[in-house]
């Protein structure tokens, strides 16, 4: 299966701390995606890393890439209580652009 | 708002009957999704349609039936469903199908007694 895999499943932290939140995924992509998603809600667009970037920061969010070890991390610096949610990661599949693959999440808690 | 709206957002329904879903989009997107979110489940995608025509069936049951009439409409008529079949479902859009960002609606929450 090309799923990403969420790690750690939950993550419960305080108000101000930094968050970070992994993601392994099993064959080749050309991106990966961070989404997050509110309790029953749609999912919101965080940022994307294409293959052959390492690095992305966008304002409190940096997010890595090591296409060598299959895995991604996404790093919430200063956490605030309105971060709390669950987060994604996505993969599409290297021949088949018209999928994109789900991890099960990362259900953050900031406790304010 | 991220310009992808749904309704209904809850729906209650049992295993004889026939009802829809409806997603529309206002972003001017080629491609749209039908995700199914089950709990403790990963995200499934279900469908891909990109200008109107259907790109991805992703072994969906039959009782599950996309209809998509415009770039800007898509819906997911849904008959004879399983309690199994509850779930959020969840409706995306794409400037072209691919790997692009996605645009999501609010969910339908479905219910199947």
């Known amino acids: 299966s090309q799923q990403g895999e969420e790690d750690p499943q939950a993550l419960s932290i305080q108000e101000g701390e930094n968050a970070t939140m992994n993601c392994s995924y099993k064959?080749?992509?050309?991106?990966l995606q961070w989404y997050r998603q509110n309790s029953g809600r749609g999912l919101v667009h965080l940022i994307l890393i294409r293959s052959n970037e390492r690095e992305k920061h966008s304002g409190r969010l940096r997010v890595t890439l090591d296409t060598s070890k299959k895995s991604s991390s996404l790093l919430i610096t200063a956490s605030r209580a309105a971060d709390t949610a669950s987060y994604f990661c996505?993969?599409?599949?290297?021949?088949?652009?018209?999928?994109?693959?789900f991890g099960s999440g990362t259900k953050l808690n900031v406790k304010p | 708002e991220t310009g992808v709206t749904q309704t209904p957002r809850h729906l209650v329904m049992g295993m004889t009957n026939k009802k829809s879903l409806k997603c529309e989009q206002h972003?001017?997107?080629?491609?749209m999704y039908w995700y199914k979110q089950s709990a403790k489940k990963p995200l499934e995608l279900m469908f891909v349609y990109s200008l109107e025509e259907r790109v991805e069936n992703n072994s969906v049951p039959s009782r599950f039936s996309p209809e998509c009439p415009n770039s800007s409409h898509l819906f997911l008529h849904l008959h004879t469903l399983q309690p199994e079949d509850s779930a959020l479902y969840l409706c995306?859009?794409?400037?072209?199908?691919?790997?692009?960002?996605?645009?999501f609606g609010p969910g339908t929450r479905l219910t199947v007694l």
């Open positions: 064959t080749s992509i050309n991106n």
């Open positions: 996505a993969t599409d599949g290297e021949y088949n652009f018209n999928k994109f693959y």
């Open positions: 995306a859009s794409s400037p072209v199908a691919g790997n692009d960002e996605q645009f």
């Open positions: 972003l001017g997107h080629n491609a």
